[in-house]
């Protein structure tokens, strides 16, 4: 059996502009978390942001895009996800760099790569 | 104050479990539990006080007069029933079989008392909630109730087939948003602004 697999996406607009908010200090890239290779029987996965955000623990039950969840982050951290199932939970746990490196397949270049580079070194 | 985190949070996470758990109550084993929660212990006790053998015998006595020389049993009372009971009766007791086999075989014991305990954590929860919303920055106690109250539960109760949904009750939305309003209604002023953006803080 697939071990599912967390991982993670700069959010491009549809021009394939890097989306941020920018503020004094930092960058915050918009970025697209999901879980590939979910069972079927999946519901929910819930993720543990970096402890800094309002509300950390977040919640995504649309299997139709891999549990996707939107939100910004200006650098590495931890993520860690529990995929909710009928069979149980299983819980895993990331960088969000590795996570990205992998959603992205490896292809970042130009601004892409930039981007990441500023964004684990932060 | 249309997107507040916490209106948000209230709306994504925790109001569609807390209104699916209400839902609990119309699943076909948690009220086939109740009836036959019910049925079981009065059944006992009527045995237990000498009524249901009497009951027996006046059910025989509607059709004709009891035959003292056998004990009376639902097979002997149901032959000695009128013709036009007969059959209505016999529906009743066999439906009564065919519920209580299904109920055993779909371990319908085993999850009408889970869902109980979850309607019952849950039911705590909304208790608890409105001490949560009363506060400036209700967002730590509200995660703090989804992460060691609600999901916990919910979890459970979906591996041991107690809660029937993947994981929120169908077409709850416009119950969630009614619910929605009454709480902002009567919380939201205290809630402290924050920013809109969703950034880290540090």
């Not at chain 1, 590795?98 to 070194?121: I, N, Q, V």
């Not at chain 2, 055993?104 to 008392?113: F, T, W």
């Not at chain 2, 809660?163 to 009750?169: D, E, G, L, S, V």
Request: aromatic share 8%; proline share 6%.
């Amino acid at each position: 059996m697939n071990r599912p697999e967390l991982v993670a996406r700069f959010d491009l607009s549809p021009t394939g502009e890097i989306q941020a908010i920018v503020r004094p200090k930092h960058r915050h890239y918009r970025l697209l978390l999901s879980v590939r290779g979910t069972s079927d029987d999946t519901y929910a996965v819930t993720y543990q942001l970096h402890e800094s955000y309002r509300d950390p623990v977040r919640e995504s039950v649309d299997r139709t895009n891999d549990f996707q969840l939107a939100f910004t982050s200006y650098g590495d951290f931890v993520v860690q996800a529990k995929v909710r199932s009928k069979s149980g939970t299983v819980t895993l746990a990331r960088s969000l760099s590795a996570a990205l490196t992998d959603g992205h397949e490896g292809s970042m270049s130009g601004p892409l790569k930039a981007a990441f580079e500023e964004f684990a070194r932060s | 104050m249309s997107d507040h985190l916490v209106r948000r949070t209230l709306q994504r996470d925790v109001l569609p479990y807390l209104l699916s758990a209400r839902r609990l109550r119309r699943q076909w084993f948690y009220r086939l539990h109740v009836v036959f929660g019910y049925t079981t212990d009065l059944i006992a006790a009527f045995a237990a006080i000498g009524v249901a053998t009497p009951f027996l015998s006046l059910l025989g006595a509607v059709g004709q007069p009891p035959d003292h020389s056998v004990s009376p049993s639902m097979a002997s009372s149901l032959r000695t029933l009128p013709t036009w009971l007969i059959y209505p009766a016999a529906v009743v007791v066999v439906a009564w079989i065919v519920l209580r086999v299904a109920f055993n075989r779909e371990e319908g014991q085993k999850r009408a008392v889970l869902a109980k305990s979850c309607t019952r954590v849950l039911h705590r929860v909304e208790a608890q909630l409105a001490d949560a919303l009363a506060k400036p920055d209700p967002m730590p106690a509200l995660t703090g109730l989804l992460e060691t109250d609600i999901r916990p539960s919910v979890d459970r109760n979906i591996q041991e087939d107690a809660w029937p949904w993947a994981p929120f009750a169908p077409q709850i939305d416009d119950e969630v948003a009614r619910e929605l309003e009454v709480l902002c209604k009567r919380y939201e002023r205290d809630w402290a602004p924050t920013d809109p953006a969703d950034i880290r803080l540090h």
